[in-house]
Structures are given as C-alpha cells and as structure tokens.
C-alpha cells in the first residue's frame, strides 16, 4: 500500500501543472481592450481617491483623530487590495495575458485574503469606536485616544496577516495534476482547491471554519455594536444630538453594508453548495464587484459625508479661488502700470 501511494505521488508531481489559467467573465469575449480600459480607469481613481485621504488627514492637523486613524488604515489596506486584484485583470484583457504561475497564484491569494480579513477586522475596529463614542461618551477621551486606535489597528493587521497562512500553505501543498482552468479573475481559495487531484474536504472544512471567524463572527460582532448604538441614539433627548450621531454612523454602514453583503453572500451559497442559473457568471461578477467597489467608493463616501473632509474640500477651493482672484487683479494693475508708462512716454 505504501509502495503504491509513493508511486501515485511520484506520477503526480511529475505531471504537476506550472501555471493556471484564468476563465474570466463567461461569455464576454467582445471588445476586451474596452473591460481592460475600464478597470485601468477604475484601479487609478482608486489610488487618487485614497491618496486623497491620506493627503487630507496629512494637511488637516485636526483630523488626526481615532476615527481618521481608522479610516486611513482602512484606505491603506484597500489599496493593496485593489493591486492585489487589478494589474492581472488589466492584463488579462488588454494583453491577453490570462495565465499566471502556480507560485504566483498563491501569492496573490495569500496578499488577497491579508487585505481582506485587515478590511474586516478594521471595520469592527470602526465599530467599537462609534460604539464607545455614543454609547460611553464620557469614557470615550480615555478609552479611545490616539495610541490606543493605533494599537487596534496594529492588532487588526496582525492577525489579517495571519489569517490565511494556513489556508495558503495547505492550498499551495496540493498536487495539481489538471485541469488548471480558474473560472474566476484571480486566485481564489474554494476554486483552487477544487482543482486539486486529491481529496480536499478537510482543507475546505479548514477554509470554512476560517472564513466564518473573518466573516461571520466579525460581522455579528459590528451588527451586534450597531444595535446597540442604535438604542443608545434613540434614547438621546434632542432631536439634533439624534440626527448627528445616526448620520455619523450611517456612513459606517454604508461602507459596512458594501463590504460585507457581496461577501457573506458567495460565502453562505458556497459553504451551503447553493446552485443557481448562471452560476459561474454570478460568481465571477459578485467577486470583482466586492474586490473593486469598496476600495474605490469609500473615499468617495468618506469625501461626501464626513463634513471635516467636505470642510477641507471647500478651503481648497476657496484658496483657489482667492489665488486665481489675486493673479488676475496683479496681471490688470500691471497692465494698467505700462498703460498710464507708454501714455507718458
């Protein structure tokens, strides 16, 4: 039996597969250059909107605040989510360049499922802080100041990093023997894995069991936070106090609700071994949607709804206005100087 088992294991490393390949969307294959263009146009508006941030909070003293803190951590990390994603989605329909190395792959899905599970952890991070701000206001000065927001957001990367290494060193073990095709855009753990010539159930039991903790536990720990929160609004006695705090918070779960829902959905249909029509289609769609949208809408909804930002905004402007306003009052009193000189002459 064992001479047996070494035999199987020598022919599978000797037909191992080097490289996948990605599907891409099912059934587009017109105009790609047109899908390439269009997530050059987003993967650069992504990196100016979150260097936006980062200049904002750089220039604003004021706004080294915890929740700045948090939010620059969390527009760090969707950085390098969405460069995680896009370079190879641009390649692949610009370049025509669909395959990646094995090694390359598991790369890619380590830094993935990092990004992923800091995003997640830092928006639980985000919750405690509106949670101890409504919540325990007089407490909130002592509990949350700058250092202990950056200790937060430090434990939060930590434990992203470490998150998938068991996920990664198990799927990167597998031999793969064929077929190499992805039915994705990028390397994802429950795909992988199924293209493994072995048996696999405990490896996606392990995957399930990991990603219930980022995901499930994570977002019950928020959804729980922002229930109480929302009794906590609820019982302020003015009407202005109320609006203020649920308009703070409804920021949050914006961004919350377009992190989270994509997200649990493939989740759940996965883990439950959902089939529905257009399966593939819907996959590959909700998981560019939850890997390109949040890093590129939330400095968008930062920039719109936190006034500190919208405050800063408007000062730019102004400053603008003021310098143009006094350039064009200089070029007309010079020109009326060499007017009333030639007149003279």
Known sequence: MEQEWRLQTQNLNITSIKEFVFAGFPGVSKFPELIGLTFIVTYILT??????????????ESLRTPMFIIICNLAFSDVIYSTVISPK?????????????SQTCFIQMYFLYFAGS???????VMAVDRYVSICHPLRYPSLITNKNTHLMCLIAWIIGALSPVALVAYASGLPYCG?????????????????????TSSIKQMGTSI????????????????????????????????????????????VIAIYFFPRLFVYIAFTAGLSVQGEAELRVSLGILYCVLPPLVNP??????????????FKLLKQGKITNTGDQIKSTAG?????ICASKS
């Open 211 to 254: 990603g219930s903790i980022v995901l499930i536990a994570v977002f019950v720990l928020i959804l729980f936070s922002y229930l109480r929160i929302i009794i906590s609004v609820l019982k302020i006695a003015t009407t202005s106090g109320r609006m203020k705090a649920a308009y703070t918070c409804s920021t949050q779960l914006i």
């Open 300 to 313: 968008i909804i930062y920039s719109f709804r936190l006034n500190e930002i919208k405050q800063f905004v």
């Open 89 to 101: 989605i641009i390649q692949v329909y610009l370049f025509g360049s669909n395959t990646i190395k």
């Open 179 to 199: 077929p190499n095709v992805i039915s994705h855009l990028y390397c994802e753990y429950g795909l992988i894995v199924k293209l493994a010539c072995t048996e």
């Open 335 to 339: 020109e009326q100087i060499k007017t």
């Open 47 to 60: 990196l100016l909107g979150n260097m936006f941030i980062f200049y904002v909070v750089k220039k604003q």
């Open 118 to 124: 800091v995003d997640s952890y830092i928006l639980l």
